[in-house]
């Protein structure tokens, strides 16, 4: 949220967002260069977590990610799950992932659940699951499907 100076012309206080913007990440555990650094800039990595930090930040208590891993190298995907993780040890926010990767999501959430067309076709604790097991469902789902 923009700080802004009192009176009748309501400026920006630039010092006072910046120095909000740098606890608000350092809080979290999100590592920039500088606030001041355009995020076009930015890994890929940095830019999601700065994404994510914007909605944690503003107080949202549900955050919803789509293929928050998605064209990311390993490096850049474990800033990622390693900042999910941290929020999700919080506790104060809940958290819904889209994703394909099953073995990334298995290591991330604490449940799955699979639908197709919108309906919830399985759902599990993810450590009473495999990456293996969803595969299956999602092969017999589409043959299913394709016999139709």
């Not at 930015?42 to 789509?66: E, F, N, P, T, Y």
Request: aromatic share 2%; charged share 25%; net charge neutral.
């Amino acid at each position: 949220r923009e700080l802004l100076w009192g009176g009748p012309l309501r400026l920006l206080d630039h010092a006072a967002m910046r120095r909000r913007a740098a606890e608000g990440l350092a809080e979290i555990g999100v590592n920039v260069p500088s606030v001041e650094v355009a995020v076009g800039a930015l890994s890929g990595g940095q830019r999601q977590a700065i994404a994510v930090a914007r909605a944690v930040l503003s107080q949202a208590r549900i955050l919803l990610l789509d293929e928050p891993l998605a064209a990311m190298g390993a490096r850049e995907a474990r800033l990622i799950i390693d900042l999910i993780e941290r929020l999700k040890a919080r506790g104060d926010i809940a958290i819904a992932m889209i994703a394909h990767n099953y073995a990334q999501t298995l290591e991330i959430c604490d449940r799955v659940v699979l639908m197709q067309h919108g309906e919830i076709t399985f759902e599990s604790a993810a450590a009473a699951t495999s990456a293996a097991e969803l595969l299956e469902i999602i092969r017999r789902e589409y043959r299913a499907a394709r016999a139709g």
